[in-house]
């Protein structure tokens, strides 16, 4: 049974840092794709930012520079790290797993699994 647990989410201020993890287990972790995605109130939900099971990584634009992704096939862990927070990235964080891992997409239509979420919510 594929499983994802998202954690590290919290309340920062403008500027601040957060560090999201998401464990995952119930299939082989290294052959899929793995994707952070976002939503906020009355919002659809985002891709912001994806990495394929090669290391290779995609970034909505909102978040270049400010956010990065990484995983530790080892320990089946993914990571969001997340500096210069604004109050506009203040949503609901989720990670997925897609079945296709040599590619690192950002649309939601692309993963086949879900975490609970996780939130973060910067105040200015």
């Known amino acids: 049974q594929v499983q994802l647990v998202e954690s590290g989410g919290g309340s920062v201020q403008s500027g601040g840092s957060l560090r999201l993890s998401c464990a995952a287990s119930g299939y082989t972790y290294s052959s899929y794709c793995m994707g952070w995605f976002r939503q906020a109130p009355g919002k659809g939900r985002e891709g912001v930012a994806a990495?394929?099971?090669?290391?290779?990584?995609s970034y909505a634009d909102s978040v270049k520079g400010r956010l990065t992704i990484s995983q530790d096939n080892a320990k089946n862990t993914l990571y969001l790290q997340m500096n210069s927070l604004k109050p506009e990235d203040t949503a609901m964080y989720y990670c997925?797993?897609?079945?296709?891992?040599?590619?690192?997409?950002?649309?939601?239509?692309?993963?086949?699994?879900w975490g609970q979420g996780t939130q973060v919510t910067v105040s200015s």
């Open positions: 997925a797993a897609g079945r296709g891992g040599y590619y690192a997409p950002l649309d939601v239509y692309e993963y086949n699994y």
């Open positions: 990495i394929d099971s090669d290391g290779s990584t």
